[in-house]
Nanobody, 120 residues
Framework: QVQLVESGGGLVQAGGSLRLSCAAS????????MGWYRQAPGKQRELVAV???????NVADSVKDRFTISRDNAENTAYLQMNSLKPEDTAVYYC??????????????WGQGTQVTVSS
């Protein structure tokens, strides 16, 4: 059993910053990768950023100059630092992890989602 706990969403004015956290715990052998997705009303869920255990990242072009993904492997935690937020960043942000459990089986988990609202 694995739990994902997301935190850090909220309401911010355009140009502001937020930092999202996603902490994984439970029967985990290894996690690779960890990522963030978002879904705005009426739109499909889209990739925001993903990071491997070795620190390689893939960040969506729409946020590349403003968002930074990082992770603490020892704490099984991923972070998304969001700067210069725009109203179009408003969405529910979901953490996603792909991992190997202590039973040596592969699993994929989604967080419960955290709302990010950027006002103009």
């Amino acid at each position: 059993q694995v739990q994902l706990v997301e935190s850090g969403g909220g309401l911010v004015q355009a140009g502001g910053s937020l930092r999202l956290s996603c902490a994984a715990s439970g029967s985990i052998f290894s996690i690779n990768p960890m990522g963030w997705y978002r879904q705005a009303p009426g739109k499909q869920r889209e990739l925001v950023a993903v990071i491997t255990g070795g620190g390689s990242t893939n960040v969506a072009d729409s946020v590349k100059d403003r968002f930074t993904i990082s992770r603490d492997n020892a704490e099984n935690t991923a972070y998304l630092q969001m700067n210069s937020l725009k109203p179009e960043d408003t969405a529910v942000y979901y953490c996603n992890v792909k991992l190997v459990g202590k039973d040596w089986r592969r699993y994929e988990y989604w967080g419960q989602g955290t709302q990010v609202t950027v006002s103009s």
